[in-house]
C-alpha cells in the first residue's frame, strides 16, 4: 500500500524552527512532486510549499515565502520542510501529499496531489 508519513512536528516558541521530513512507503518520492499543505482549526486547507520530482522547481505560499524552504534527499527519498521564524499563525496540522508529475512544474493545489500522510501537528506558542 503507498502512502506517506509525515513526521517531526511539536512545539515552537515563536521565531523558533522545526524540520519537518516526508518519507514513502510502497513507493520512491524521488520520482514524485511532493506538497506540504497545512490546515488550521476551522480555517480551510492551506497549500505551503511544492518541490517537482527533479528538485528543480519549488514553490512556496505568499505567508511563508522567505521562511520556510522545502528540500529533497533522493539519498533517503525523503523532502524536508526547514521552517524558521515561526509565528503563532503557522500552528496547523501539516501534511505531505505526492502525486505522479505531468508537467515541469509542481502545483500548490491539493487537489492535484493522489497520496496523501496523516498529518503532523505544529503549535507556536510561547
Known amino acids: 500500500q503507498r502512502q506517506v508519513v509525515e513526521s517531526g512536528g511539536g512545539l515552537a516558541q515563536p521565531g523558533g524552527s522545526l524540520r519537518l521530513s516526508c518519507t514513502a512507503s510502497?513507493?520512491?518520492?524521488?520520482?514524485?512532486?511532493v506538497g506540504w499543505f497545512r490546515q488550521a482549526p476551522g480555517k480551510e486547507r492551506e497549500a505551503v510549499s511544492c518541490?517537482?520530482?527533479?528538485?528543480?522547481?519549488?514553490d512556496y505560499g505568499d505567508s511563508v515565502k522567505g521562511r520556510f524552504t522545502i528540500s529533497r534527499d533522493s539519498a533517503k527519498s525523503t523532502v524536508y520542510l526547514q521552517m524558521e521564524d515561526l509565528k503563532p499563525e503557522d500552528t496547523a496540522v501539516y501534511y505531505c501529499?505526492?502525486?505522479?508529475?505531468?508537467?515541469?512544474?509542481?502545483?500548490?493545489?491539493?487537489?492535484?496531489?493522489?497520496?496523501w500522510g496523516e498529518g503532523t501537528q505544529v503549535t507556536v506558542s510561547s
Open positions: 501529499a505526492a502525486r505522479q508529475p505531468n508537467t515541469f512544474a509542481c502545483p500548490l493545489i491539493g487537489r492535484y496531489y493522489t497520496t
Open positions: 510502497g513507493f520512491t518520492l524521488e520520482n514524485y512532486d
Open positions: 518541490v517537482d520530482f527533479s528538485s528543480t522547481h519549488t
